[in-house]
């Protein structure tokens, strides 16, 4: 079965670090762009970052850049995001999303997601 | 920054046709794509790449683009298609719709 898992969410406070993971399997991980996408709560999706198959090309949203990395490893069947000088505004449930492989920026699989909570 | 527009709300009848719409300057000049989350869940992909099904979702579910404006179209609208729904184009995403069978 296809499937992303992810992981390391939590309350954190302001200013603070956290590290997500998204274990893939059922398929060639290291085919595959990946993305990070987040939603707060009652709010509508907001995408967040993306890494190409290889890790060569990285993008990041405006709101994030700076503070957060993406990065994943291949051998591992693994996705990550390194979260820092967090905000209260980053109060979200994050999702890693897998794109489709032939329609860049189509996300047809998707995690469970992570919830993360930034509050003193 | 660009943006994609939808209304905050359709209301649609059981088997009737619910049409939700997807505004951005020149979005026709780019692949549109839809998704489907119910509360709780994850999104889902109902169409991509502007008119494609993605395997194992209904027939009943289309999309175009054109323009201004794609469109996602819910054909014989069921009690199960009541959710949240989000366009796409590139990394931006679209404010959202609710539809609700009423």
């Known amino acids: 079965e296809v499937q992303l898992v992810e992981s390391g969410g939590g309350l954190v406070q302001p200013g603070g670090s956290l590290r997500l993971s998204c274990a893939a399997s059922?398929?060639?991980?290291?085919?595959?762009?990946m993305n990070w996408v987040r939603q707060a709560p009652g709010k509508g999706l907001e995408w967040v970052s993306y890494?190409?198959?290889?890790?060569?090309?990285?993008y990041y949203a405006d709101s994030v850049k700076g503070r957060f990395t993406i990065s994943r490893d291949n051998a591992k069947n693994s996705l990550y995001l390194q979260m820092n000088s967090l905000r209260a505004e980053d109060t979200a449930v994050y999702y890693c999303?897998?794109?489709?492989?032939?329609?860049?920026?189509?996300?047809?699989?998707w995690g469970q997601g992570t919830m993360v909570t930034v509050s003193s | 920054s660009y943006e994609l527009t939808q209304p905050p709300s359709v209301s649609v009848s059981p088997g009737q046709t619910a049409s939700i719409t997807c505004s951005g300057d020149?979005?026709?000049?780019?692949?549109a794509c839809w998704y489907q989350q119910k509360p709780g869940q994850s999104p889902v992909l109902v169409i991509y790449q502007d008119s494609k099904r993605p395997s194992g979702i209904p027939e009943r579910f289309s999309g175009s683009n054109s323009g201004n404006t794609a469109t996602l179209t819910i054909s014989g609208t069921q009690a199960m298609d009541e959710a949240d729904y989000y366009c796409?184009?590139?990394?931006?995403f679209g404010t959202g719709t609710k539809v609700t069978v009423l």
């Open positions: 796409q184009a590139q990394k931006v």
């Open positions: 890494i190409s198959s290889s890790g060569s090309t990285i």
């Open positions: 059922g398929f060639t991980f290291s085919s595959y762009e």
């Open positions: 020149k979005l026709g000049d780019k692949y």
């Open positions: 999303a897998r794109e489709t492989g032939t329609t860049p920026w189509a996300f047809d699989i």
